[in-house]
Nanobody, 121 residues
């Protein structure tokens, strides 16, 4: 599976960004895309996961209510809509894939390249 993340950039506090993750090369019927971020000097943090099979989602408490994961199955693309951004959201954001969602970022073996999100005034 190949993953291509895009959509990062600079946003002001309170602003919004939408990340995209284009996926290809699936080998089985099940797939889930997770969004994971890492800020300098911190551990990776799993933010959200969405099943490409039925759209079931999971969110971490740190982003629940602000971020929303979605999919366009016709394009094999997952999205992360990020609203009410805060400076603490500044990080490199990754998408990653495995057959079913896991709460642990270590469980994901296939990763896209990161995209930088910077929230600053």
């Amino acid at each position: 599976v190949q993953l291509q993340a895009s959509g990062g950039g600079l946003a002001q506090p309170g602003g919004s960004l939408r990340l995209s993750c284009a996926a290809s090369g699936f080998t089985g019927p099940d797939a889930a895309i997770a969004w994971i971020r890492q800020a300098p000097g911190t551990e990776r943090e799993l933010l959200a996961c969405i099943s490409l099979v039925d759209g079931t989602t999971y969110y971490s408490n740190s982003v629940k209510g602000r971020f929303a994961a979605s999919i366009d199955a016709t394009k094999n693309t997952a999205y992360l809509q990020m609203n009410n951004l805060k400076p603490g959201d500044t990080a490199v954001y990754y998408c990653a894939e495995r057959p079913v969602c896991s709460y642990y970022h270590e469980a994901y073996q296939r990763w896209g390249q990161g995209t930088q999100v910077t929230v600053s005034s």
